[in-house]
């Protein structure tokens, strides 16, 4: 087991995502829907979380706490989508519908691409879990405590903002409207605030490890993505696209990302 270098355990890692992305590509390109992309994105760490806790020499009790932090957060958001996704599984998400349209007649090959380009940004996302899991010390510092504390946070703010946003949309009356309700009245995306809280837990819970201020890169890029590519971004086009005006008075009233700062 200790022979599992860590650059071998990120090889096998980046082979099991890129092989799991090829087959939901191969499934997506069938039922021409990308958006089941989300789904295994997020599934994916706790298959990286599963190679580090069988292969890692670390200390079984961080790896174990940590992997289990992983692999609840990952099965609960991918299931989270799944349910979101199936609903509507021949009706691609209008977000890939445009990023589709835009790309053409070679739309195709580079969703193929971009799959993979998924798969390995589980790997270098998944940078403290590697950090954490060669760690060979056998006492839990104040960093990991804390680390799991605000884990904890992050899990439940995310999953109420997802359960608040999936209770508006069930009620037939609140078609066509913006939901401000909850953690919505305080920020326009909290589910994307908690996602990257998250990710700095990974870090402050990395910290407790030798190099464990390398793990600073995942939350970094998690924030930039959200913040300037695919997350805030995509989803505000198509908020505006969908509901227009009112969505427009919604961004003038609600803070953008930060929960706890409202505008009016």
């Known amino acids: 087991m200790d022979n599992h270098s860590v650059w071998a355990l990120a090889l096998y890692s980046l082979i099991a995502c890129c092989v799991i992305m090829f087959f939901v590509w191969l499934w997506s390109y069938k039922i021409k829907n990308a958006g089941v992309v989300d789904i295994f994105w997020s599934y994916n760490f706790p298959v990286i979380a599963i190679i580090l806790l069988l292969l890692a020499p670390g200390f079984e009790m961080r790896k174990i706490l940590l992997c289990s932090m992983v692999i609840i957060a990952g099965v609960r958001l991918g299931t989270h989508l799944a349910v979101r996704v199936l609903k509507h599984l021949h009706e691609e998400e209008p977000r890939y519908a445009q990023i589709r ?101 990974y870090f402050v819970f990395a910290l407790g490890s030798p190099y464990g201020y390398l793990a600073i890169i995942s939350p970094a890029i998690i924030l930039y993505l959200l913040t300037k590519v695919t997350g805030i971004p995509a989803t505000e086009q198509q908020s505006l696209r969908s509901k227009g005006e009112a969505f427009k008075r919604y961004q003038e009233k609600v803070s953008v990302f930060v929960p706890w700062f409202r505008k009016v």
Not at 102 to 125: D, I
Request: charged share 15%.
């Open 101 to 201: 349209k835009e790309w053409g007649a070679s739309a195709e090959v580079k969703m193929a691409g971009f799959f993979q380009m998924q798969a390995a940004s589980n790997v270098l996302l998944a940078i403290p879990f590697f950090i954490v899991a060669m760690n060979t010390n056998t006492e839990l510092s104040l960093f990991e405590y804390a680390g799991a504390i605000l884990w904890l946070i992050s899990v439940i703010g995310e999953a109420t903002a997802d359960q608040q946003l999936a209770n508006f949309k069930k009620n037939p009356a609140n078609k066509g409207k913006v939901c401000d309700t909850g953690l919505w009245g305080y920020s326009r995306h909290p589910n994307y605030f908690f996602e990257w809280l998250m990710w700095v837990s």
